[in-house]
C-alpha cells in the first residue's frame, strides 16, 4: 500500500496489484516526484472488472474527466497501468515525460494522469478484441417502433456493460425480456 498524506486526506492505492515490474517503477517515480519537492498520488492501480465498469458508464455520460476503456480493454484490468496526480498539477507533463524517458508510456495531454508499461494498451486491445458491447438486441432480440422510450433505447442499440444491466434497464422500462436463441 503506498500512501501520502495530501490536503489533511489520507490517499491510497494498492500497488501491490500491479505486475512486478511497473509496482517497482511506480514506487520508484513517486520517490522520485516526492524528493523533488513536489506531491503525487495514486488515484487507481489495478481494477477489478466491475470498477472498470463503473468507470466507463461515468465516462460514457460525461461524469468522468479523463478517458476510460471499455471494461475487458483496459490495462489497469491487467494490472500493467497506474494513474497519478502531481501536485501542483502544472507539473505533470514533466512527470510523464520523465517516466517516458525510463521506457514508460504516458498518457500525455489525452490522459494525463495516465502511466503504463510500454504496449500495455496494445495488450489489453488485442485482450478485447472478442468482447463486444452487449445492446439491448444481444438480450431482448425484438424490434419496435419508436412509440416509447423503450423502443428508442432498442432502435439505436443503446449500449450496456453487461447483460445483467441490460435486464435491469429492461425491466425498469417494462420491456419483456425474451431471450435469443
Not at 25 to 30: E, I, M, P, T, V
Not at 39 to 49: A, L, V
Request: charged content about 25%; some cysteine; aromatic content about 10%.
Amino acid at each position: 500500500m503506498c500512501s501520502k498524506k495530501v490536503s489533511g486526506h489520507e490517499m491510497a492505492a494498492n500497488l501491490d496489484g500491479l505486475v512486478d515490474e511497473l509496482r517497482d517503477a511506480a514506487r520508484a517515480l513517486d520517490d522520485a516526484v516526492w524528493q523533488s519537492g513536489l506531491q503525487g498520488r495514486f488515484t487507481s492501480t489495478r481494477r477489478s472488472r466491475t470498477e472498470q465498469e463503473r468507470l466507463y458508464r461515468a465516462y460514457i455520460s460525461g461524469r468522468h474527466p479523463f478517458p476510460v476503456a471499455a471494461p475487458g480493454c483496459s490495462a489497469h484490468e491487467y494490472g500493467e497501468a497506474f494513474d497519478y496526480l502531481v501536485t501542483p498539477n502544472d507539473y505533470q507533463g514533466d512527470v510523464g515525460r520523465l517516466w517516458q524517458s525510463w521506457g514508460g508510456t504516458w498518457g500525455g495531454n489525452a490522459d494525463v494522469v495516465h502511466f503504463e508499461l510500454p504496449g500495455a494498451s496494445a495488450r489489453a486491445g488485442q485482450r478485447c478484441e472478442d468482447i463486444k458491447p452487449l445492446s439491448f438486441w444481444d438480450v431482448g432480440g425484438i424490434t419496435l417502433s419508436f412509440t416509447s422510450l423503450a423502443s428508442l433505447a432498442f432502435e439505436l442499440g443503446y449500449v450496456v456493460v453487461s447483460e445483467a444491466e441490460a435486464v435491469r434497464v429492461m425491466k425498469f422500462l417494462g420491456i419483456p425480456i425474451r431471450r435469443k436463441s
